[in-house]
């Protein structure tokens, strides 16, 4: 069950954070959308509607969570770079799945969201300077949180749902 939840492992990092490591994070924010829509192109509404793993998220919800998460994260972004360590205000994203949106709007609505979320955050994260990577924020649940990691937490993010998607799919046999 594990690897049904974690397809791609948790994701882990410690110690610095170079520069060569954040332009490969920014690089995996940058292609997420082609890759999500890649993974979810010719599924059928009624594969859209599939669980990726048991008592998970449907296909549909994932792709929808991805939009809600990382509209987020850049709100995160550019609270961090315009005050001085703001706390931020976690969201319910198990319940956020529930809504009417998330269970029945089509994915198309979500990725070309993510097309359109990912230019502007991609041309934010592109125009710091390095001392801007180690603006901060507080999240209630964990503490204080880089942009630098944050990035990298994202970059992840999007990688682990779209292999849940991806190995979803292999597991069906969907081509």
């Known amino acids: 069950m594990e690897e049904l939840r ?11 954070i170079s520069g060569e490591l954040r332009e490969a ?3 995996d924010l940058e ?3 082609a890759r999500l829509s890649e993974a979810v192109a010719g599924l059928s509404e009624d594969q859209l509607d599939t669980p990726y793993r048991p008592e998970g998220w449907t296909v549909r919800q ?8 990382h509209m987020n994260s ?9 005050e001085e360590l ?7 994203e198990g319940a956020w799945a529930e809504l ?3 269970r029945h709007a089509p994915v198309e609505v979500s990725l070309k969201l993510l097309e359109m979320l990912h230019h502007r955050w991609v041309m934010l994260i592109r125009s710091l300077e390095t001392e801007q990577w180690d603006k901060s924020f507080v999240h209630p649940d964990s503490g204080e949180v880089k942009l630098a990691t944050n990035l990298g937490i994202y970059a992840w993010h999007g990688k682990h749902h779209t292999a849940h998607i991806t190995t979803l799919r292999e597991r ?4």
């Open 6 to 16: 974690f397809p791609i492992g948790k994701f882990q990092h410690t110690g610095e």
């Open 25 to 27: 994070w920014i690089r």
């Open 31 to 33: 292609d997420l959308p």
């Open 62 to 69: 994932v792709v929808h969570h991805v939009a809600d998460s």
């Open 74 to 82: 850049y709100i995160r972004f550019k609270l961090a770079l315009t």
């Open 86 to 92: 703001p706390t931020i205000k976690p969201y319910e």
């Open 100 to 102: 009417n949106d998330a």
């Open 172 to 175: 069906m046999g969907w081509s």
